[in-house]
């Protein structure tokens, strides 16, 4: 397995060596800050630890669930709100401690924490993380992201697997550790974070996805 996975990262640092976006990969480790100037709105990398981390780009499965999501809750929030969401390219630098730039699928924040955003960054944890796994990225969701997440301190989150139609939600608890929260019998999940929003679990996986203004009805928005 060891073996596989070193394959992989060579295989996306190579890719990122050579292709001709005018921005190549630099060499050696860095400081977040120089890791801004070097990143642009069309590079998808993270900096982890002082080190460049290029993504790998993500398949039309992963962008339909992304892409509806986005929609739906941008939608609600139009309506109630309460804060913003912001979706991939969009860099969130969890706390110093943990010396990490992620760059989430989508993040939302609630108004009392929207000072975090920056330009081109978040400088802090937002309320809600949504990751939406790829083969490529499923260890890395599950393993390393899921700890810095709870480490930094995010409320909320989804973890959303398209290749096998799975939805899990995690909340943080009193002792900064995740508990899981499941669907009720309905198969609805309603989020803490943002309140009053609540979704379909067979929503996400249906292709195409279904028409968000019909979503907003069914939660008697309009």
Not at 173 to 192: M, Q
Not at 198 to 222: N, S
Request: proline share 7%; with cysteine.
């Amino acid at each position: 397995m060891k073996g596989g996975t070193k394959q992989v990262d060579a295989v996306v640092r190579e890719a990122a060596l050579t292709c001709d976006n005018g921005n190549p990969l630099p060499p050696g480790k860095m400081t977040f800050e120089e890791f801004l100037a070097w990143c642009d709105e069309d590079t998808w990398a993270e900096w982890v630890d002082g080190e460049v981390v290029v993504l790998t780009p993500a398949a039309r499965k992963h962008q339909d669930v992304k892409g509806f999501l986005y929609s739906v809750i941008r939608e609600f929030l139009y309506y109630k709100k309460t804060g913003r969401i912001l979706d991939a390219p969009f860099l969130v630098r969890l706390p110093e401690t943990l010396r990490r730039g992620r760059e989430p699928d989508l993040l939302y924040v609630s108004n009392e924490r929207i000072h975090l955003l920056k330009e081109t960054y978040m400088d802090g944890a937002p309320d809600l993380i949504v990751e939406i796994t790829s083969p490529e990225s499923l260890a890395r969701d599950r393993g390393e992201r899921y700890v810095e997440y709870e480490a930094a301190g995010v409320r909320e989150y989804w973890l959303i697997d398209p290749d096998r139609q799975q939805a899990e939600f995690y909340r943080l608890g009193k002792n900064g550790r995740y508990y899981t929260v499941a669907p009720d019998a309905s198969g609805i999940y309603r989020s803490e974070v943002i309140p009053g929003f609540w979704l379909k679990i067979e929503w996400l996986f249906l292709d195409p996805p279904p028409a968000v203004i019909a979503c907003l009805r069914e939660m008697d928005l309009i």
